[in-house]
């Protein structure tokens, strides 16, 4: 199963820019395992290294903008909600990388330029490649494009906390899959009528939050707002 050929001027059309350089876009757009059929030829890790660096950049400065009175730590989780998980492979799936992404046989075979984690490293070796082609000003102007409305995006990212479990879900699949997630019960006191339940939310075995309720879907609900709290840290 070979990759199929692929329309760069119609992807280019897609995500607002058209290369000089097109050496730069199929290197941003040429997945690990390409080197399983074409051996040589060079992937996108070391662009989406720099990638990561200039999305980081891009949104960190508008976040700085829009809300010049958020702390360090709210600015920080903000940010990793944009740039890691769900947002960019939600993104890369409206630029319509997985049509573009250059994989080899086997892993198309097997669905993978349709993982998240490739969508993700597409997207930011796109940045980068972006980056290299033209200067800062093009650079920022088109990624803040990709991002559409911030403030928006952010709203109703935080309005989500109705559902904590549901939003913690959001963020741990792409990365880590729809499993990784489980609750477990740490305590239980008071007698039956005013039982308290303490419940721990862990994501591969690691404890990330911890929470109390009187209901074990309460505690569970506290748990998985502490893991959000906490979110940039559980990550790295």
């Not at 200039?54 to 976040?63: N, W």
């Not at 997207?123 to 559409?148: K, N, S």
Request: net charge negative; no cysteine; glycine share 8%.
């Amino acid at each position: 199963m070979s990759p199929p050929e692929i329309d760069l001027a119609e992807f280019q059309d897609r995500i607002g820019y058209q290369f000089r350089d097109p050496a730069l876009l199929h290197r941003a757009l040429a997945h690990p395992s390409l080197q399983q059929d074409q051996p040589g030829v060079e992937n996108n890790q070391r662009m989406e290294f720099l990638g990561d660096a200039v999305l980081q950049l891009v949104i960190t400065e508008r976040l700085h903008t829009l809300y010049p009175a958020e702390r360090e730590g709210d600015l920080t989780r903000r940010r990793a909600t944009l740039t890691r998980g769900a947002f960019l492979t939600a993104m890369a799936r409206a630029l319509g990388v997985p049509r573009v992404l250059q994989v080899s046989d086997a892993e198309r075979a097997a669905g993978g330029h349709e993982r998240p984690a490739a969508l993700e490293d597409a997207v930011e070796a796109l940045a980068a490649a972006i980056y290299l082609d033209d200067d800062w000003a093009t650079t920022r102007q088109i990624l803040l494009e990709w991002f559409g409305d911030i403030d928006e995006r952010i709203n109703a990212f935080e309005h989500g906390a109705q559902n904590p479990k549901g939003q913690l879900q959001e963020l741990v699949q792409p990365r880590h899959g729809n499993t990784a997630i489980t609750y477990r019960v740490a305590g239980m006191d008071g007698p039956p009528h005013e039982r308290r339940f303490e419940i721990e939310v862990l994501i591969h075995d690691q404890v990330v939050g911890r929470g109390v309720g009187a209901s074990k879907k309460e505690a569970e609900e506290a748990a998985a707002r502490e893991a959000l709290r906490h979110w940039p840290t559980v990550e790295e």
